[in-house]
């Protein structure tokens, strides 16, 4: 039990941690609502990590590769829902533009604040994870079984993989989140952000993980280490992501109107009628 305490106190003193929430908030709103974040700064990769995971060059501060609202209700299944990064939304003092472009322009406040406007959910709890600590993750529990419908293709994520269920590493599981060469391109990217999102919680909950210290402590060192945090943010809250995911997800995508071209480049439509829909059920 000491030596328990121990290590997830020191894996808590290891996590990022950053001001995540805003300071005007919308109303109490049901359940904890976690605002996941998958960030594609480059910032502490080396020149052999920049090769083995195929991103390119330092973006700084980058964008939101991945957006998503984890709803844990007081009771019943939790909802991982996605949001498309390219939404056309309302930015708070930024006027209409994509969604993600809220982190560009002020981090992780502005977009809460984008987030809680747009869906009319109050977030509770933050958590980012940038590209590289994304694949030492996925290696420190050995890897993840994904099952693409079809062989994808594309070199600019460093990714060729067959269709059908399969075992990735840390780098390929990463070019499997990231890439848009598929048919419905970034619609198709956030339901396979959302299966690697259960499978990476499964493969990390399971006896084999847990019960094995060659796997358990590179995952709590790689964990600790790769995730930013809000200020009041624990490692024993995203233990209860865990355990909240264990028991049964229900994943889906905030429903879609249509594509549209506007100044600031090719845009996601949300079907308002059906994403209000959505978010009033999550309340």
């Given at each position: 039990m000491v030596l328990?305490?121990?290590?997830?106190?020191?894996?808590?003193?290891?996590?990022?941690?950053?001001?995540?929430?805003?300071?005007?908030?919308?109303?109490?709103?049901?359940?904890?609502?976690?605002?996941?974040?998958?960030?594609?700064?480059?910032?502490?990769?080396?020149?052999?990590?920049?090769?083995?995971?195929?991103?390119?060059?330092?973006l700084?501060?980058?964008?939101t590769?991945t957006?998503m609202?984890?709803?844990i209700?007081l009771?019943?299944?939790?909802?991982?829902?996605?949001?498309?990064?390219?939404?056309?939304?309302?930015?708070?003092?930024?006027?209409?533009?994509?969604?993600?472009?809220?982190?560009?322009?002020?981090?992780?406040?502005?977009?809460?604040?984008?987030?809680?406007?747009?869906?009319?959910?109050?977030?509770?709890?933050?958590?980012?994870?940038?590209?590289?600590?994304?694949?030492?993750?996925?290696?420190?529990?050995?890897?993840?079984?994904l099952?693409?419908?079809?062989?994808?293709?594309?070199?600019?994520?460093?990714l060729?993989v067959?269709?059908g269920?399969?075992?990735?590493?840390?780098?390929?599981?990463?070019?499997?989140?990231?890439?848009?060469a598929?048919?419905?391109?970034?619609?198709?990217?956030?339901?396979r952000?959302?299966?690697?999102?259960?499978?990476?919680?499964?493969q990390?909950?399971?006896?084999?993980?847990?019960?094995?210290?060659?796997?358990?402590?590179?995952?709590?060192?790689?964990?600790?280490?790769?995730?930013?945090?809000?200020k009041?943010?624990h490692?024993?809250?995203?233990?209860?992501?865990?355990?909240?995911?264990r028991?049964?997800?229900?994943t889906?995508?905030?429903?879609?109107a249509?594509?549209?071209?506007?100044?600031?480049?090719?845009?996601?439509?949300?079907d308002?009628?059906?994403?209000?829909?959505?978010?009033?059920?999550?309340?």
């Amino acid at each position: 039990m000491v030596l328990s305490l121990s290590m997830m106190l020191w894996a808590d003193a290891q996590l990022n941690r950053v001001e995540a929430l805003p300071e005007y908030r919308v109303a109490n709103t049901a359940g904890t609502n976690w605002l996941l974040v998958g960030s594609d700064s480059r910032q502490g990769l080396s020149e052999e990590d920049v090769d083995r995971l195929g991103t390119g060059g330092d973006l700084g501060v980058g964008r939101t590769d991945t957006i998503m609202i984890l709803h844990i209700p007081l009771t019943g299944q939790a909802r991982l829902v996605s949001l498309p990064r390219d939404s056309y939304v309302s930015i708070p003092g930024y006027g209409e533009d994509k969604i993600n472009a809220a982190f560009t322009f002020g981090g992780p406040p502005l977009l809460t604040t984008t987030v809680e406007q747009a869906t009319g959910l109050r977030i509770d709890r933050y958590a980012e994870i940038g590209m590289g600590g994304l694949a030492n993750v996925v290696d420190a529990v050995g890897g993840v079984e994904l099952c693409p419908p079809e062989p994808i293709y594309d070199p600019l994520a460093q990714l060729d993989v067959q269709a059908g269920c399969q075992e990735m590493d840390g780098p390929t599981a990463l070019g499997y989140v990231r890439t848009r060469a598929t048919a419905q391109g970034d619609l198709d990217r956030v339901n396979r952000q959302r299966e690697f999102f259960a499978a990476l919680v499964d493969q990390s909950t399971n006896a084999g993980t847990l019960l094995n210290p060659f796997r358990f402590v590179p995952l709590v060192s790689s964990t600790a280490g790769a995730f930013t945090v809000g200020k009041g943010d624990h490692v024993w809250h995203l233990g209860r992501v865990g355990l909240a995911m264990r028991g049964g997800v229900q994943t889906e995508t905030v429903p879609v109107a249509g594509f549209a071209d506007y100044a600031v480049g090719s845009v996601v439509l949300w079907d308002q009628a059906g994403a209000q829909a959505l978010w009033e059920s999550m309340k």
